[in-house]
């Protein structure tokens, strides 16, 4: 079951609450004494820089799977805290990651901190948009790291409600050349909803080597006896430089080519309660610029990346967060769990 921990930040008691969030997720990530004290210093920067330079915001802690297609150490996992805030934003992110940066009286050294303890940090400013920052602990640099890998893969889930598990789940898989993102959001909420998902991506494990409609089989016969859930597999083969995709139920995914937007298109139905019984698998170039997007049913149905709304080189779990960020507002709240999930080119992997 997906452990999501939702901080909001908007007094200095939070800070505590941050703190304690990275150090749950730490002992839950396997993680030792070392990087969960790196965890809790990250989490209380990033709550303390919401709270000093965007008047308060949004703090997202869970174990997720690492950026690059590879395994960390055995029994391990990978701790991501993820700042989002809505405040003044930046327009000098190197300064920002600068000791001696501040636009609020302070010796400014919150970012830098955060980038040093950090195994991988990333962070995004948009001028009168806001801001986000994505930091991962874990074992991302012992061996077994591929190298010249060609994507990289990242998410943000932000439960309903500030419940303790979201319904939905993400991961995703290497088996050769296929790299395998996947998204399950199982059919309502809590826990049975979560457990759910869980088995989706459970399966997903055990037969990356497949396809995507054949993924979907499998994953049918393992969700049986449980709700059910809306899925999307998208395979990148790294070998031809095809995306294949194939989903059934309502989770979204976008995919920029060339500069433009396109859908990619799921079938109605839910895994394991009443799949469609021909699977439809799309398949399309993945160009030096390709950006795919997955996104659970948290996110407006009609929603639509701005064109200039990443970056080449950001983080994919930035991609997502800003896509959390922008996507809803205050006035516009999710009316669900939300998760959305990018595959990138892996150029410039911290």
């Known amino acids: 079951m997906a452990r999501v921990w939702d901080v909001p930040v908007h007094d200095p008691t939070r800070v505590r609450d941050a703190r304690v969030a990275a150090e749950a997720a730490s002992a839950l990530a396997g993680l030792g004494e070392r990087r969960t004290a790196a965890a809790a210093l990250v989490a209380s920067e990033l709550a303390t820089n919401l709270l000093k330079h965007a008047g308060g915001g949004q703090l997202l802690v869970d174990v997720v799977a690492p950026p690059l297609p590879r395994s960390p150490r055995p029994g391990a996992g990978v701790v991501q805290i993820a700042a989002i805030d809505r405040g003044p934003g930046l327009d000098d992110v190197p300064g920002a990651l600068s000791d001696g940066f501040s636009t609020a009286a302070s010796l400014g050294a919150g970012l830098g901190t955060c980038r040093r303890a950090a195994d991988t940090f990333d962070l995004h400013g948009a001028p009168g948009r806001g801001t986000v920052a994505v930091a991962r602990i874990g074992d ?69 080597h497949l396809a995507p409609t054949e993924l979907l089989r499998q994953a049918e016969d393992a969700l049986r006896g449980t709700r059910g859930a809306a ?42 309660v009443h799949r469609p019984a021909r699977l439809h698998q799309q398949q399309v170039p993945w160009a030096p610029d390709g950006l795919l997007i997955l996104h659970s049913d948290g996110l ?49 992997v911290s």
């Open 300 to 348: 407006p149905s009609r929603w639509t990346p701005p064109p200039d709304a990443f970056p080449r080189t950001a983080d994919p779990a930035v991609a997502a967060a800003v896509t959390v960020r922008d996507a809803s507002s205050f006035a516009r709240p999710v009316r669900d769990d939300l998760t959305v999930a990018v595959l990138s080119p892996a150029a410039d």
């Open 231 to 272: 899925m999307a597999v998208a395979q990148l083969d790294t070998g031809t430089g095809v995306l294949s995709f194939a989903g059934v139920g309502n989770v979204g995914a976008r995919l920029r080519h060339r500069g433009t937007w396109r859908p990619l298109l799921s079938r109605p139905g839910a895994v394991g």
């Open 140 to 208: 991302l640099a012992g061996p077994g790291t591929p190298a010249g890998a060609s994507a990289r893969a990242g998410g943000i889930t932000v439960p309903f409600a500030g419940a303790d598990c979201s319904g939905d789940a993400w991961t995703w898989a290497r088996s050769h050349t296929r790299l395998s993102l996947v998204l399950a959001d199982g059919l309502g909420r809590g826990p049975e909803a979560a457990a759910a998902s869980g088995v989706a991506v459970q399966a997903v494990h055990r037969s990356a």
